[in-house]
């Protein structure tokens, strides 16, 4: 399984980016994923979730009505809008897919991370 994030970049204070995250090695549409971030030198914290059809999502409280995550089945892509940013949501986030299918479980795949960086 391999998962490539990619979208991070540099941004304002109040402005938006979106992350996509590639995934291949697997039958995509079966499995739940998940975007979560980290801080160097702190734990990686949860950030959001998707199910395997993505008609069920999760949030953070620190990020509900402002992220909101996606996937497209076809195209193999998760993906996380996130608008109203914040300078404490600079972070390397990391894409996230769990190695059972079509249930929520524990997410033992894990890309490379891509950083956002939010100026105030």
């Known amino acids: 399984v391999q998962l490539v994030e990619s979208g991070g970049g540099l941004v304002q204070a109040g402005g938006s980016l979106r992350l996509s995250c590639a995934a291949s090695?697997?039958?995509?549409?079966?499995?739940?994923m998940a975007w979560f971030r980290q801080f160097p030198g702190e734990e990686r914290d949860f950030v959001a979730a998707?199910?395997?059809?993505?008609?069920?999502?999760h949030y953070a409280d620190s990020v509900k009505g402002r992220f909101t995550i996606s996937r497209d089945n076809a195209k193999n892509a998760m993906y996380l809008k996130m608008s109203s940013l914040r300078p404490e949501d600079k972070d390397v986030y990391y894409c996230?897919?769990?190695?059972?299918?079509?249930?929520?479980?524990?997410?033992?795949?894990w890309g490379k991370g891509t950083q956002v960086t939010v100026t105030s």
């Open positions: 996230a897919t769990t190695s059972t299918t079509m249930e929520w479980g524990s997410y033992e795949y």
């Open positions: 090695g697997r039958t995509f549409s079966s499995y739940a």
């Open positions: 998707i199910n395997w059809s993505g008609d069920d999502t």
